[in-house]
């Protein structure tokens, strides 16, 4: 059967307000259209959909089964329409980026920098987190989108590869492992290690890669405190697994050492995340064009399992 569009949206309109004036108000036409309307429905379909029980409509069980179903598609169409409306309208508005404390200052300011230049008009709001907490916001829309270290994610989710992200094993000139040309990742069963608090995409990439090694340190802590991290293993003789940038000052000025890994150091995909059923409105989809053509520029390689 062909059912026509418009006499299904009378239906769903008259199964709303349960009144032909407020049906023939809402779509701008006569009572006497609405009735006939919902009547040539009902042939179309070739089932009863309605019934009188004194002053009252009744929905059959097929008729409130398919008003459920049209509740689905009219607000699909008003998801297209918006979107549409949207699309056709100077790109402006807000952007809601949610990100993690790593990539806040290593990734995201060259890569909000080029997306301001090019929207001006786009109001960007960065916000903080740790991978896990950044998805959650993202799945309650606190977010448009969050760019955290690779998961598993849940179904709802539809990710972009963003980036490839290296950790660097740091610790004090005075340290056993700053006075060696290299340590294997097994030396660290005797360290002390400092790593991010629970939920966060490094911390996990760190324990996966010790325990590929069967690898457990004497002592851990753990933060989500950068400068907690680091100010700890000045003043300790602990070490950490932080991005080279990150400490690119205590590096110049001699109060971390960088200590290479035989086995090279940590590496771990970095994604951009949306909402997969969310309809993407132009400042995601600028954004995303941004991101991707940056990732191509810099030919940036997945890292091997």
Do not use: W
Not at 20 to 48: P, W
């Amino acid at each position: 059967m062909a059912i026509n569009l418009k006499h299904l949206e009378t239906f769903y309109h008259f199964c709303r307000f349960q009144s032909m004036t407020r049906v023939a108000e809402n779509m701008h036409v006569s009572q006497s259209a609405v009735s006939q309307q919902i009547q040539l429905f009902q042939e179309e379909c070739e089932v009863k959909l309605l019934y009188r029980e004194g002053n009252q409509y009744k929905l059959t069980d097929v008729g409130e089964s398919i008003f459920l179903l049209s509740k689905v598609i009219f607000a699909r169409l008003g998801q297209i329409e918006s979107l549409v409306d949207e699309a056709k309208r100077p790109s402006s508005g807000v952007l809601r980026i949610g990100t993690t404390k790593d990539y806040a200052v290593t990734l995201m300011p060259d890569l909000v920098s080029k997306f301001q230049d090019q929207f001006p008009q786009i109001l960007v709001k960065l916000n903080e987190g740790n991978s896990f907490d950044l998805l959650a916001r993202l799945r309650n829309r606190k977010e448009d989108l969050v760019v955290v270290a690779r998961t598993n994610y849940d179904t709802c989710f539809k990710s972009f590869p963003f980036a490839i992200v290296e950790l660097t094993l740091v610790a004090r000139p005075d340290h056993p492992f700053s006075q060696k040309d290299a340590v294997s990742i097994r030396d660290l069963s005797e360290a002390f290690l400092i790593i991010r608090e629970k939920g966060s995409g490094s911390r996990d990439a760190i324990l996966k890669k010790l325990a590929e090694h069967r690898v457990k340190p004497s002592t851990i802590i753990e933060s989500g405190s950068l400068s907690f991290i680091l100010a700890y293993v000045e003043r300790r003789m602990g070490v950490s697994f932080v991005m080279a940038n990150e400490v690119a000052d205590e590096l110049a000025r001699g109060v971390l050492k960088k200590v290479d890994l035989l086995e090279g150091n940590i590496r771990f995909p970095a994604d951009i995340v949306v909402l997969r059923e969310k309809p993407m409105m132009a400042p995601v989809r600028h954004f995303l064009r941004i991101a991707i053509k940056k990732r191509e520029e810099n030919s940036l390689d997945e890292p091997s399992e």
